[in-house]
């Protein structure tokens, strides 16, 4: 049996993952108090996200540190939207979570450094592949934005993190399919 690179729907179920956070950001703006609308996807895409990065991170399907680079954060994203989904259903304050998220972000960050200084990436995936990480880390590090009071200047930060939750959705939608699409051209 020959490789198969499941990156693809992997970076797919990631960008529908950063989907999912903005738009729970984007109900606190509308100061929403029921997010039960977030519980079903929250939980399949966390769960996909988590068994997936899990996977990848323990059993290395792929060369090098990528395993590191994308399996691991996409488990602790799988394990955080599972989180979000069972607090929800259980009418409890999810912001917490984003105290973890931070965590995260640091962990993509020095990926992200590390990408750079081993060479992991270049030219066109480079480019791309630091969007994605960076609007990642970005949007991680942000992430306990959500206590702020959603009135006044409080509402630009939930509109920043809103804004950097869709880049990173659309830098992994955006390196996804340009991999489905390469993939499609490969010799079977």
Same mark, same amino acid.
């Given at each position: 049996? #020959? !490789? &198969?690179? +499941?990156? *693809?729907?992997? @970076?797919?179920? =990631? ?37 997936? #990065? !899990? &996977?990848? +991170?323990? *059993?290395?399907? @792929?060369?090098? =540190? ?123």
């Amino acid at each position: 049996m #020959g !490789f &198969v690179d +499941s990156l *693809t729907v992997m @970076l797919l179920s =990631a960008g529908f993952s950063a989907l999912l956070f903005a738009f729970y950001v984007y109900l606190l703006i509308r100061g929403k108090k029921d997010f039960s609308m977030l519980i079903v996807p929250s939980f399949i895409f966390g769960t996909f996200d988590a068994v997936s #990065g !899990f &996977v990848m +991170s323990f *059993t290395w399907p @792929l060369p090098g =540190a990528y395993n590191m680079l994308f399996g691991d954060p996409l488990l602790i994203v799988g394990l955080l939207l599972i989180s979000i989904a069972c607090m929800t259903y259980k009418k409890m304050d999810a912001r917490i979570l984003s105290i973890f998220a931070v965590f995260l972000g640091i962990y993509i960050a020095v990926g992200t450094v590390g990408m750079i200084a081993f060479h992991l990436e270049s030219g066109l995936d480079l480019i791309s592949a630091l969007g994605f990480y960076i609007a990642a880390a970005l949007s991680s590090l942000f992430a306990p934005i959500v206590y702020l009071n959603t009135k006044g200047s409080g509402r630009y930060a939930y509109w920043f993190l809103f804004i950097l939750l869709i880049l990173t959705a659309f830098a992994a939608f955006f390196i996804g399919f340009n991999g489905f699409y390469s993939h499609l051209q490969s010799p079977p």
